[in-house]
């Protein structure tokens, strides 16, 4: 059980990536240990693209992925993103792109995961109150600074892509990509096609819910999941999108696999500079998800899934509040 490589423009990372933000705020409890010990499992399957952000926690996931990798640095490919600015008590004061946040957020961020360069740093979300061009011209500060050594963009418009790619070559764009986001492909995954930049999907299993373990009442009660920021996990949605879910697990179930490895698998199956990563803070379901790189996909399972799991048979808006999404 052992995972590849692939290219995300000039940066080769694992096959799979391992999102963080869930060992330590949003998916319930948070377990610290635990957390570690699912980085430190990731690392000797080969899972070593991780990625984390400053607003996770806020700022604690980012100190415990920095305790998890001390002494494994270069094993590690290592993300993480700025932009969602929140102070200390969590509360959220906006989206900032200005040029003096960039260079300090990443000052912070390095100070906070014990290292002296990030592989990949993200806008984790567009400024609209600041040109990306000069956002972007302060993300190639630090390039230059040594500080940073790959740029990236979470949720950008094509039009944005276009223009930030121009200011500095961008690496990587992260974005919500699954069997059940699929809009992406109309315009933005041919766009960064076409300038090289790879794709970097977030939520690969749908927050959970391509998994199987996710039904009425099984969320934990803290866990934002809950709430209706999530209209595709609550309700009437939840139920209708758990008839499409059901679909996935017999197929799953007629390749030896699970549900989850199955959408996985999908993903993985969308092109070589597609690198997913799927968020888990337990060593168990990090295992599972290793194994989807082991299901092989035909062109007729592929077939079979999109006619299974249509493109607009989703029910519900991935966010219930889309403003923060560039457009």
Not at 29 to 43: F, N, P, Y
Not at 73 to 82: G, I, N, S
Not at 88 to 93: F, L, S
Not at 132 to 149: H, Q, S
Request: hydrophobic share 40%; proline share 4%; net charge negative.
């Amino acid at each position: 059980m052992t995972i590849q490589q692939r290219n995300l423009g000039d940066l080769t990372v694992s096959t799979l990536g391992l999102g963080c933000m869930g060992m330590s705020e949003y998916y319930g409890s948070a377990d610290e240990q635990q957390g570690i010990d699912t980085i430190h499992r990731a690392l000797d399957l080969g899972v070593t693209f991780l990625d984390t952000a400053d607003m996770y926690g806020p700022f604690t996931n980012e100190q415990l992925v920095g305790r998890a990798i001390a002494g494994r640095r270069d094993e590690v490919q290592l993300a993480t993103k700025f932009g969602n600015e929140r102070l200390p008590d969590g509360t959220r004061v906006g989206i900032n792109g200005s040029p003096d946040y960039v260079r300090s957020a990443c000052d912070a961020s390095l100070q906070r995961l014990g290292v002296d360069h990030i592989d990949l740093y993200y806008q984790h979300r567009v400024d609209q109150t600041v040109p990306i061009e000069e956002t972007v011209g302060a993300m190639g500060e630090l390039v230059a600074a040594g500080k940073v050594r790959h740029l990236g963009l979470s949720e950008a418009s094509p039009a944005n892509i276009r223009k930030a790619h121009a200011t500095h070559p961008i690496t990587a764009l992260q974005t919500e990509y699954s069997l059940f986001t699929r809009d992406l492909e109309d315009e933005i995954l041919p766009l960064i096609r076409e300038l090289g930049i790879g794709l970097v999907p977030y939520s690969p299993l749908g927050r959970g819910i391509l998994t199987g373990a996710i039904a009425q009442g099984t969320l934990e009660e803290d866990d934002s999941r809950n709430s209706a920021y999530f209209p595709r996990l609550n309700g009437e949605a939840l139920d209708a999108n758990l008839v499409l879910v059901d679909k996935v697990r017999r197929f799953a179930e007629d390749k030896g696999a699970t549900p989850g490895q199955v959408a996985l698998a999908w993903v993985l199956a969308q092109g070589d500079d597609v690198v997913p990563i799927p968020g888990t803070k337990r060593v168990t379901y990090l295992e599972e998800n290793v194994g989807a790189a082991d299901v092989e996909l035909t062109a007729d399972d592929l077939a079979a899934l999109d006619a299974a799991v249509p493109r607009d048979a989703v029910v519900g808006a991935r966010y219930g509040d889309m403003s923060s999404i560039d457009s």
